[in-house]
Nanobody, 117 residues
Framework: EVQLVESGGGLVQPGGSLKLSCAASGLTFSRYAMNWHRQAPGKGRELVAAITRAGDTSIYADSVKGRFTMSRDNAENTVYLQMNNLKPEDTAVYFC??????????WGQGTQVTVSS
């Protein structure tokens, strides 16, 4: 059974930092590109960042570029999202997604990030 388990969310003040983790099991992790998405209350799901299977290239939404950094450790089957200079508009549930080919993709259950003073 494939499982993606996010962790690291929480409450942080504006300007603060959090590092999210997504631990994968039940799949050959290095064969999957990985994405981080987020969904704020009353809004649709937004792709925040993506990283290639080897971890050599990552892309970011304009809203987080320069503040968020995505990385992965294929030996640990884990992907990370370092979030710096957090803003209230970053408040959302953050989900990781493993993307293979075609219909081969999996989602985690999400972790809540709240940015508030």
């Amino acid at each position: 059974e494939v499982q993606l388990v996010e962790s690291g969310g929480g409450l942080v003040q504006p300007g603060g930092s959090l590092k999210l983790s997504c631990a994968a099991s039940g799949l050959t992790f290095s064969r999957y590109a990985m994405n981080w998405h987020r969904q704020a209350p009353g809004k649709g799901r937004e792709l925040v960042a993506a990283i290639t299977r080897a971890g050599d290239t990552s892309i970011y939404a304009d809203s987080v570029k320069g503040r968020f950094t995505m990385s992965r450790d294929n030996a640990e089957n884990t992907v990370y999202l370092q979030m710096n200079n957090l803003k209230p508009e970053d408040t959302a549930v953050y989900f990781c997604q493993a993307v293979g080919g075609g219909q081969d993709n999996y989602w985690g259950q999400g972790t809540q990030v709240t940015v508030s003073s």
